[in-house]
């Protein structure tokens, strides 16, 4: 399955962005879905995920209570609503999908080429 993720950009401090993944085929049923995020420097890290039908999600501590992973199986779209941004969420996004549950990127099977999130103070 390919993926391209869209919305990022630049916003201010306490800001939102609503990030979205296309999947080129059905996801709905079949995968696990995901997002990452890669600061410069930094290594590559989990932020959010979802189960195949929806119903259940799982953040990093850092995103809880500010972000929201949901998709629309119908359109085979990922989202992320990201609220209260800060200048550490600056980043590259990545969608990814796994068949497992996991949130080790290496399990991870398909991953879309990143958009970039730039938060300034």
């Known amino acids: 399955v390919q993926l391209q993720a869209s919305g990022g950009g630049l916003v201010q401090a306490g800001g939102s962005l609503r990030l979205s993944c296309a999947a080129s085929?059905?996801?709905?049923?079949?995968?696990?879905m995901g997002w990452f995020r890669q600061a410069p420097g930094k290594e590559r890290e989990f932020v959010a995920a979802i189960n195949r039908s929806g119903t259940g999600t799982y953040y990093t501590d850092s995103a809880k209570g500010r972000y929201t992973i949901s998709r629309d199986n119908a359109k085979n779209t990922l989202y992320l609503q990201m609220n209260s941004l800060k200048p550490d969420d600056t980043a590259v996004y990545y969608c990814t999908a796994s068949s497992s549950w996991t949130t080790s990127a290496a399990n991870y099977e398909y991953w879309g080429r990143g958009t970039q999130v730039t938060v300034s103070s």
């Open positions: 085929k059905r996801t709905s049923g079949v995968y696990i």
